[in-house]
């Protein structure tokens, strides 16, 4: 009995432990999905295969050193036969056999070699290489961006869920209230059953309102939680205040011009062109001989007429000179493809162009929608204080005070959607202008 009520009360500590919730900032949350987010991390492992591909046409010029060594037996062996006063006088007396080597021989060979023309393919091969670890670094600050524009997103999504399941709880309150009026104004025959039923059916639409307001809590929480790597039950305790930072932006001419300039999409297809201009290099150059120069060096056991270690030196010349048309298609295809690139680079130009015009007039909109947003706020916040006065006075009835709290209560969550509607507007005005999120 002892272990199971430890065992319950253990089980008990730890969902407790489990449910303590999670205090975030804003700065904090974005900091947080920067180092945890499975997404970048695939990113930065994209960059650093980069690099390896890189450090791999790198190495191409410089020299190339190995060695090849292999053993071989020879069943039978031939052999040179002197017969016997063959050559002359002073010949020897009998029939010589002279051995053509040793059944077994060993060879190693030690080979230097410097390639020479194909340093021309080679040069273009790292350009383009350069140019790949060019295009993955900028899709990485790209997705930074992108993730911290995301959990900047889904952040104030929970806090305006937050604050609209606030003014539910209201609303079904002012409801409740409502509802118990009308009852009592029914037992007393001062209202018909019909009112009744409409408070009831009030009520209803109030709970259901509050329910999704929950869920949507539920269901912001959870991405929030998989955008920081943190369990899927994790419960936020996110500041509000944090969520209202103020936003610098460039005035629309000033934003536009660095957008053509600075945007990631458009540094990714300049980045694109190069490497594309780069490979159409390297196709040309096919078409120059290879040239390269060696050095070897040799050891032999068992070979006849070779002495055990001798070295050689020179110059090997190779030239294909017939592939099928193989080096002309590659050629035609690095055209395409420098051409896709090129064609890529305008389009996303006049896509990231019209793309800040229209960020900007979003931005525009939301700065008109957030001021009429809080000129409702305050109005609300008037009328419930008239409200409160009245009931003092028993002029209304506190159901009307209930009601009207529940307005203001809906009207603040609404000048927080637009405020952050605003906020997050600007963040994406940002990242097409590749300002990023923490300038």
């Not at 303590?20 to 974005?30: R, S, W, Y």
């Not at 932006?249 to 990631?264: H, K, M, N, V, Y």
Request: charged content about 25%; glycine content about 6%; proline content about 3%.
């Amino acid at each position: 009995m002892k272990r199971y009520l430890f065992a319950l009360m253990v089980t008990a500590t730890a969902c407790a432990q489990q449910a303590a919730p999670v205090h975030l900032t804003l700065n904090e949350a974005i900091d947080q999905a920067l180092r945890q987010n499975r997404t970048l991390e695939l990113a930065r492992l994209e960059v650093s295969g980069k690099q390896r591909e890189k450090d791999e046409a790198r190495s191409h010029y410089f020299p190339q050193l190995s060695n090849e060594s292999q053993a071989s037996h020879i069943t039978e062996l031939q052999g040179v036969t002197l017969p016997k006063g063959a050559l002359g006088n002073n010949t020897p007396v009998e029939t010589v056999t002279v051995g053509q080597g040793a059944s077994t021989s060993y060879l190693s060979r030690t080979m230097l070699n410097q390639p020479m023309t194909q340093l021309f393919k080679v040069h273009e091969g790292n350009k383009a290489a350069a140019a790949g670890v060019k295009v993955a670094e900028i899709e990485l600050e790209d997705a930074r961006d992108t993730v911290a524009l995301k959990v900047r997103q889904v952040y104030y999504g929970v806090l305006i869920a937050q604050w609209k399941k606030h003014a539910a709880e209201q609303q079904l309150k002012a409801s409740e209230a409502s509802l118990q009026e009308a009852h009592d104004q029914v037992q007393r025959g001062e209202a018909l059953d019909v009112s009744e039923l409409e408070s009831r059916a009030s009520v209803l639409q109030a709970r259901q309102d509050l329910l999704t307001e929950q869920l949507a809590i539920s269901d912001t929480s959870l991405t929030l939680a998989y955008l920081l790597g943190l369990p899927v039950n994790t419960v936020f305790d996110l500041d509000e205040t944090s969520a209202n930072a103020a936003v610098d932006l460039p005035s629309r001419a000033e934003g536009i011009r660095r957008a053509l300039t600075e945007s990631p999409e458009v540094r990714s297809a300049k980045a694109t062109v190069e490497r594309a201009r780069a490979g159409l290099a390297v196709a040309r150059d096919a078409y120059i001989p290879d040239v390269t120069a060696y050095a070897h060096y040799n050891y032999q056991s068992g070979i006849p007429f070779l002495v055990h270690n001798f070295g050689a030196f020179g110059v090997a010349f190779h030239y294909e000179l017939f592939d099928g048309g193989k080096r002309e298609a590659e050629l035609g295809k690095s055209r395409i493809q420098l051409r896709q690139a090129e064609v890529k680079l305008a389009d996303v130009t006049a896509h990231i162009e019209a793309e800040a015009n229209a960020a900007y007039d979003k931005v525009e909109r939301m700065q008109g929608l957030a001021h009429l947003a809080e000129e409702v706020k305050q109005v609300r916040a008037e009328a419930a204080r008239v409200k409160t006065k009245q009931v003092e006075l028993h002029a209304a009835l506190p159901s009307q005070q209930i009601t009207a709290e529940a307005q203001l209560s809906s009207s603040t969550a609404s000048a927080m959607e637009a405020n952050l509607g605003l906020v997050l507007a600007q963040g994406e005005l940002r990242k097409t202008l590749g300002l990023g999120q923490h300038e």
